[in-house]
T-cell receptor, first 112, second 113 residues
Framework: QKEVEQDPGPLSVPEGAIVSLNCTYS??????FMWYRQYSRKGPELLMY????GNKEDGRFTAQVDKSSKYISLFIRDSQPSDSATYLC????????????FGKGTHLIIQP | DVKVTQSSRYLVKRTGEKVFLECVQD?????MFWYRQDPGLGLRLIYF???????EKGDIPEGYSVSREKKERFSLILESASTNQTSMYLC????????????FGEGSWLTVV
């Protein structure tokens, strides 16, 4: 069983729709959860960061963590064509230097 | 803003050549990382470093080495490039104890022919 599962998509939605992106994981020791956005031929950029369970909101983006279900989500409200990108979830056990465990990314397309 | 700079964006090298990929960060981060990203395989950690002159193997270190002589600089070395090392290479850095909120560079696209 892979540590982090993420549907690769593509997920195609019309402009203005609410988008839901999800990851499931198997390691209950994960405590730090992140979402990265990656445009084509660019490096990933940090979008959202959450510690432990709960919700975090930043503008049109909301990140949710449900540790009991080992499930994290990213919601995008009022989606724009500029949101078209690959979204990667990532998580780690500690604040140490051992790097993150990444999902393989979901390719999102917002149709104008 | 954190800036992680990878000096070479696109490289074409021949099989057997020694290849250096350079990375510099300007935020005094302790931790630095090298990943490669391939379609269908996602991001895989090659090496990381938590201090100057320290290095740790990641998930796929074979065929690679690294050097960290200064805090801000982390180099990835392909001792003898092979075609299966054609990939996008991503350097990243993070502050110690930050929960690994990693900041990435723009990536280096390496083609080995």
């Amino acid at each position: 069983q892979k540590e982090v599962e993420q549907d690769p998509g593509p997920l195609s939605v019309p402009e203005g729709a609410i988008v839901s992106l999800n990851c499931t994981y198997s390691n209950s020791a994960f405590q730090y959860f992140m979402w990265y956005r990656q445009y084509s031929r660019k490096g990933p950029e940090l979008l959202m960061y959450t510690y432990s369970s709960g919700n975090k909101e930043d503008g049109r983006f909301t990140a949710q963590v449900d540790k009991s279900s080992k499930y994290i989500s990213l919601f995008i409200r009022d989606s724009q064509p500029s949101d078209s990108a690959t979204y990667l979830c990532a998580m780690s056990v500690s604040g140490g230097a051992d790097g993150l465990t990444f999902g393989k990314g979901t390719h999102l397309i917002i149709q104008p | 803003d954190v800036k992680v700079t990878q000096s070479s964006r696109y490289l074409v090298k021949r099989t057997g050549e020694k290849v250096f990929l350079e990375c510099v960060q300007d935020m005094d981060h302790e931790n630095m990382f090298w990943y490669r990203q391939d379609p269908g395989l996602g991001l895989r950690l090659i090496y990381f470093s938590y201090d100057v002159k320290m290095k740790e193997k990641g998930d796929i270190p074979e065929g690679y080495s690294v050097s960290r002589e200064k805090k801000e600089r982390f180099s990835l070395i392909l001792e003898s490039a092979s075609t299966n090392q054609t990939s996008m290479y991503l350097c990243a850095s993070s502050l110690a104890g930050s929960g690994n909120t990693i900041y990435f560079g723009e990536g280096s696209w390496l083609t080995v022919v």
